[in-house]
């Protein structure tokens, strides 16, 4: 079945990069996303990529996506301590409007 | 443009009892998705509507259940409520062929 892992924790100093990882099982996938969610609210998404590109870039993110080893990964540039919060990947399946998401990554951002 | 709203934002139920959460979507969203958010599971999907019909579902029992209004504000219904229940129940909208899903902010159902 689907499946999507991310790691569980990254620390990082302000104005440092941050790079978050995920891996997919879905060869089906059309896109693949991130989305942040920070204390008791929902989920915002911040980007998204389809299957048939590489990398994305929207501001101070950049998103690379390996499709032949199924692995995606989310750059934050010069991240800031409002950055710290769980992001998460998900993936759409090409049959399905329904999203796969994986267990989600802490980012924390000390000063 | 509003985004997804979510009523109400924080409920407490017994056990046994039934609850019924509202999702109203940007507006022109003619989908909905619900998903049920907890510690142990994670994100999990519920299921999805689009012009009042159910076009998917997830693995979950039938005490969960959904519609879709033709405004296409959508509710959620649980009944027989379980201490397992208690989670952030998400739901998000998109256009027809959009690739973009927003979600709202939640709704925090506790069950004691």
């Known amino acids: 079945g689907e499946d999507v892992e991310q790691s569980l924790f990254l620390s990082v100093r302000e104005g440092d990069s941050s790079v978050i990882n995920c891996t997919y099982t879905?060869?089906?996938?059309?896109?693949l996303y991130w989305y942040k969610q920070e204390p008791g609210a929902g989920l915002q998404l911040l980007t998204y990529?389809?299957?048939?590109?590489d990398m994305k870039q929207d501001q101070r993110l950049t998103v690379l996506l390996n499709k032949k080893d199924k692995h995606l990964s989310l750059r934050i540039a010069d991240t800031q301590t409002g950055d710290s919060a769980i992001y998460f990947c998900?993936?759409?399946?090409?049959?399905?409007?329904?999203?796969?998401f994986g267990k989600g990554t802490m980012l924390l951002v000390s000063p | 443009k509003a985004g997804v709203t979510q009523t109400p934002r924080y409920l407490i139920k017994t056990r046994g009892q039934q609850v019924t959460l509202s999702c109203s979507p940007i507006?022109?969203?003619?989908?909905v998705s619900w998903y049920q958010q907890t510690p142990g599971q994670g994100l999990q999907f519920l299921f999805e509507?689009?012009?009042?019909?159910?076009?998917n579902k997830g693995n979950f029992p039938g005490r969960f259940s959904g519609r879709q209004f033709s405004n296409s504000r959508s509710e959620m219904n649980v009944s027989t409520l379980e201490l397992g229940d208690s989670a952030l129940y998400l739901c998000?909208?998109?256009?027809?062929?959009?690739?973009?899903?927003?979600f709202g902010q939640g709704t925090r159902l506790t069950v004691v």
């Open positions: 507006s022109g969203h003619r989908s």
């Open positions: 998900a993936e759409r399946d090409s049959g399905y409007s329904t999203l796969t």
């Open positions: 998000a909208s998109s256009e027809v062929k959009n690739t973009e899903a927003f």
């Open positions: 879905d060869s089906s996938s059309t896109y």
């Open positions: 990529i389809f299957s048939n590109m």
């Open positions: 509507y689009f012009s009042e019909t159910q076009r």
